[in-house]
């Protein structure tokens, strides 16, 4: 009998005892009933969790220089963010496409993988501009100021180095849920509450998971301008990056797992927390993903930045350079934001009053 009082029901997770009388566990606060071996085998899930999120990956992306290949670049540093930047080699001088600071050649490129793939840019930097304009147009809080056009002159088009990660994911995830039913005779009101084990196993595949490769790059940024397009990406040459920078990953394959096995693990759950429907409630219980295959790809991914400062604050934006998608932060006017608060206020204040002059007639 002591071994059966370490057993939690699933549904409501209260202590399971034997019931001699039917051959079962059964749980005495909502009465379900269990078989031992599916109570087990339930149980054996929980306990293997702690290895969920341990996924390893084949990490061998990028393939080496050609002879002479690396001569068309320069390397340049910027000292203010330390962003390490490449370019063509006519590139005489620019700015941190990060920090807007200037940037001064170091040295040749040397060192590095090459990467596998990249996506030309589609959209040029009229586009860019464009939706720069869309991005801030009938915003009443943005200052003045921040709408000029010289901000939009210093868009630059970079190439962000990305890590795409293959896998397949198999995934075995239990939930709570609950039902509730009501109804009222002369006397009394009820509330029924029926509990639920609820179990989900398969498996998802994934193609081109991307986690940018540069610690300048915010994360949040980046997962902002998705999707790409990998169905149009073409074995990297040089020949793409002329008259475009092209940010050098500072961040290899193998610390990026991380990264790509968070962005795994919430895709699956959400995908299997979809298909749990006609329920009052659903909680998950224990989720236990494990991935095979695992494989990497280098590519580069073309974005446009905007870096701009207001107030003392850095502000930087960003487009996908394939699909046009603008997202970034925006200054807040804080007069124009007291202002508006007053209107609405004002507003509120003489509705108020009428309301009050109708329940006076009334």
């Known amino acids: 009998m002591s071994d059966t009082q370490q057993y939690k029901c699933p549904c409501c997770g209260g202590g399971i005892q034997f019931d001699s009388t039917i051959q079962k566990l059964k749980c005495p606060y909502c009465e379900t009933e269990f078989d031992i071996e599916a109570l087990n085998a339930i ?31 320069k390397a340049y540093s910027c000292k203010s963010c330390g962003a390490q930047i ?59 100021v921040f709408k000029d056009q010289n901000h939009i002159d210093e868009i630059k088009g970079v190439y962000v180095p990305f890590w795409l990660f293959d ?26 509450t029926s509990h639920y084990s609820i179990y989900r196993a398969g498996t998802v595949s994934f ?37 475009f920078l092209a940010d050098r990953y500072d961040v290899d394959a193998a610390a990026s797992e991380d990264r790509a096995n968070e962005r795994v693990q919430r895709s699956v759950e959400e995908e299997f927390r979809n298909t749990v429907m006609g329920y009052e409630t ?6 236990n993903v494990r991935l095979s295959g695992g494989k990497v790809k280098y590519a580069l991914y073309p974005v446009w930045l905007l870096n701009t400062t207001w107030n ?21 006017d804080s007069g124009a934001a007291t202002r508006m608060g007053l209107s609405i206020f004002a507003g509120a204040a003489v509705v108020a009053m009428i309301v009050q002059y109708v329940m006076w007639l009334l």
Request: net charge negative.
């Open 207 to 243: 193609e081109t998971i991307p986690v940018d490769g540069s610690s300048k790059m915010p994360d949040d940024l980046m997962e902002s301008i998705e999707p790409f397009d990998f169905s149009q990406a073409v074995p990297f040459q040089s020949a793409y990056l002329a008259g």
């Open 43 to 73: 149980r054996t899930e929980a306990e293997t969790d702690a290895e969920s999120g341990e996924l390893k990956w084949d990490t061998q992306a990028g393939g080496e220089w050609e002879q002479g290949e690396q001569e068309q670049f």
């Open 167 to 192: 896998t397949d994911a198999d995934a075995d995830i239990n939930y709570r849920a609950t039902r509730t039913r009501a109804w009222s005779d002369s006397k009394y009101d009820y509330v029924e």
């Open 86 to 144: 490449l370019a063509d080699a006519t590139l005489a001088s620019s700015k941190c496409p990060y920090c807007d600071n200037p940037i001064v050649m170091t040295d040749r490129f040397d060192g590095g993988l090459k990467p596998d793939f990249v996506i030309p840019f589609k959209l040029d930097k009229k586009a860019a501009m464009a939706r720069y304009k869309q991005h801030i147009s009938g915003k009443k809080l943005v200052p003045k």
């Open 312 to 332: 003392g604050q850095k502000f930087l934006f960003a487009m996908n350079g394939q699909t046009g998608k603008f997202v970034g932060d925006l200054p807040k």
């Open 282 to 287: 659903v909680v998950p219980e224990s989720s």
